[in-house]
């Protein structure tokens, strides 16, 4: 099976427009066109019921005394840890495409609904909770329940670029069984067992002028 997009390049830098964060030189980020990218794929396998699709950030930090701070930077090697940025299951089995935009268009405060997806896709698909629920669990103005995409903002100071990877599965179930609060950590366990074929492509982005170029937009 084969995944790719229009929105970006495999192992280069995703266009601000995708990401929810972009460089501000006053305030370090501003909020930017948090577009879903394109996503399109072919050679199925035989059997294919449905689609999932998870979306994460594997650069994040473990730690958070440093981040976002004033006259520090977050080292290069901390441990870092997954952050899901959009998981999205039951996807017909005939689809072959997502198209730029059609899942998320703008920061929505206190997170887009969920978890069906809105009225002008396939009712069959169904959205996960998103970890920007935990990020901004403490900002009175953003705090709620995040379904669906939100892009890559990751700190501004951090020393490191982050790591975007957008994984497709081929699954041998049209409905997915996921027992639990419908999270990237449950999806993962949820589809062990029912995967028939898997694709992958990674995409970079940094809030850091010091560590990058400024995003293109």
Known sequence: MNLCSNSFADGLEIPAEFALGVIAPKTHMAFSGNR?????????????KSFALIVHDKDVPSQAEDVNKEDRDVPADLPRIDFFHWTLIDIPAAMREIAAGS?????????????????DSSGMMRHGINDYTGYFADDPEMSGTYYGYDGPCPPWNDSLVHHYFFTLYALDVARLDVK?????????????????????????YSLNPDRVEPPRS
């Not at 999806?187 to 028939?196: D, F, N, P, T, V």
């Open 103 to 119: 899942h998320s268009n703008g920061v929505t405060p206190r997170g887009k609904p969920g978890p069906q997806v809105s009225a």
């Open 36 to 48: 879903n990218p394109h996503l399109a794929w072919d050679e199925v396998p035989p059997g294919t």
């Open 180 to 204: 639990a609060e419908l999270t990237g950590t449950n999806l993962r366990e949820a589809i062990q067992g029912r995967i028939l074929a898997q694709a992958q492509i990674m995409g970079t």
